[in-house]
């Protein structure tokens, strides 16, 4: 099917199709899933009553992560003290028993829409709804359809009630506070983030594009305007007030990288343009200098084509050799493989620590492990990892480890390269300017040390600091409660797209962070994307920049929804649904 005859027509005006739309599952299919996801636990002592059947399918659990309080973080029913409402004591009259899904956004925000409130059930213009399930199925206000205005009371998927045991008083976050123990408060972090209020073809955005870039946080927009505006100056050299806040502020945002990647020093944190340029960084710097012709280099059948692409110019232009670690049918690398491809000619070992494509975790501790038993270097490409888990090199003991800043909510232009500080200081620059010398004359340079033998020139300052800002956001959460929200997410959506008719997830290990990869029968990737694109759904269709992985799966192309810190049941839900109704119109 091409894309000019693909019909939308069919995913709108659902109005006047009683009792649900065909080929969508009705309420107890649904509720049987969730209660399957959500398998109940015992009642814990002190919650009184059992579990209300509109909540055992709730489908509420992402947002109810809770480590404190005396609930189980593994038991999602039991910490269902609502997180959406974390610190307001109570659940508001407006959203209690409306069957209004919790993670519905702009559900008790009151945000606007070209400054009109929307309705919810406050009066005010009406909010645009969701395309679905007629009734019961979580999706409020379908167009058209009798008595449901915007988020209306359609009885919801999530059920809400003042008498759901469950629901009970949390704290607030305390600011600034180790939140590990506190709920994660999903429709908060939302508001920090502006361009996830506006509405897209009619619709609320939903942003599910995260693995190719994240949105930014409004303290991370603040803080580039507030460079520009109070600080900016170029860095090192002046001998000014402005160029001593620069420096500081750059300085200080290459500090916090160091934190968050627990490194041992701010002189192995090298500021790049993102993980592309930091790959090839080690590739022209480090790969030239010391590689010989028939040295090894191994990468895994998981890789982006950034962590690709350097080694085979590399392996080109030194007659070197590149060998591929195979993967299972799950799209896990096979340790058995990688290790029979080790030998005391492999010099390096460059791979994913999240793949873009499958969103598999590879067991990178182990790999780096056992590259240094045959005395190879190790590069780990974490743009896929850094939004989604915490990361620490030291104990990674990666020899380098690459991301972008974009991809961790921070801004395009800027990345990190992370190496050991004296493998660093013996490794020639890649290039030569202003910034990176001690000495010049006609005759000879010296070069300064890392990191400043690897930043020639006048780097992205502002964008730095940016990153620096993200990094502080995403701390001020927490990565291990950002990486265990985003676990019941990512659960959650898989059992989903699991029911869809004829859609096929590819990438099923079972360590995964972020990436739902899947095809759907009968439609091209993306068509697929065209009409989650009508309903304000953003996912990226296409090959993912690796293709060698989705053609390990006989794929040129899949439709890829990546999740983040922001994400919801209700834009999985909204995701599902078209789906759906995608599924039944073949
Ligand atoms: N590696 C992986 C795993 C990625 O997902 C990406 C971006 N999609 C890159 C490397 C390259 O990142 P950038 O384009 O920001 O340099």
Known sequence: MSNESFDFSGLTGLSGQPGGLPGLPDESVLQELANQFFQAPPVPQGVAGTVPSSVAGSGISPSAVNQGNGVDINDPQTSLPDPHFAGTGHVPSSVAGSGKSPSAPYADAGQTKGGARSAGTSGGVSAPSYPGFAGAQGFTGIPGSAGTPGFASVPG?????????????????????????????????????????????????????????????????????????????????????????????????????????NAASPNEIVFVRGATEAINLVAKSWGDQFLQPG?????????????????????????????VIPVDDQGQVLLDAYGALLSSKTKLVSFTQVSNALGTITPAQKMVAMAHAVGAKT??????????????????????????????????????????????????????GGNMIRDVTFEHTTYHNAPGRFEAGTGNIADAVGLGAAIDYVTAIGMPLISQYEHYLLEYASRLLTGVPGLRIIGTAADKAGVLSFILDGYKTEEV??????????????????????????????????????????????????????????
């Not at 983030?193 to 949105?215: K, S």
């Not at 520009?228 to 916090?256: P, Q, V």
Request: proline share 5%; aromatic share 8%.
């Open 157 to 261: 998927y999530y059920f809400i009630t003042d008498k759901n045991p469950f629901v009970k008083s949390v704290p607030a976050h305390p600011a600034g506070a180790a939140l590990a123990s506190a709920p994660y408060d999903v429709n908060k972090v939302r508001r920090d983030f502006p361009i996830l209020q506006q509405y897209v073809n009619g619709r609320p955005l939903i942003w599910l594009d995260n693995a190719a870039t994240t949105q930014k946080p409004r303290s991370v927009i603040d803080r580039v305007s507030q460079f520009y505006e109070r600080e900016n100056s170029n860095i090192h050299r002046a001998a000014h007030e402005l160029a001593a806040r620069a420096t500081d502020a750059y300085e200080g945002a290459r500090e916090k990288v160091r934190r968050f990647l």
């Open 379 to 432: 590069l780990v490409d974490g743009a896929q990892a850094v939004s989604h888990m915490p990361v620490d090199v030291t104990a990674l003991d990666c020899d380098w480890y690459v991301f972008s800043g974009h991809k961790v909510f921070g801004p395009t232009g800027i990345g990190v390269l992370y190496g050991k500080e004296d493998l660093l200081n013996e490794t020639q620059p890649w290039q030569g």
């Open 295 to 323: 040295d090894e280099i191994i990468v895994s059948h998981l890789e982006h084509h950034a962590n690709i692409v350097p080694w085979q110019q590399l392996a080109k232009a030194k007659n070197l050799k590149l060998k």
């Open 529 to 586: 994307g065209a009409a989650l694109n009508q309903w304000g759904i953003a996912v990226r269709s296409g090959h993912h920049c690796a293709q060698p992985i989705l053609r390990r799966f006989g794929q040129e192309s899949t439709v890829r929804p990546s999740l983040a810190l922001y994400n919801t049941c209700g834009d999985i839900d909204a995701l599902v649904a078209v789906l759906h109704r995608l599924s039944s119109n073949k």
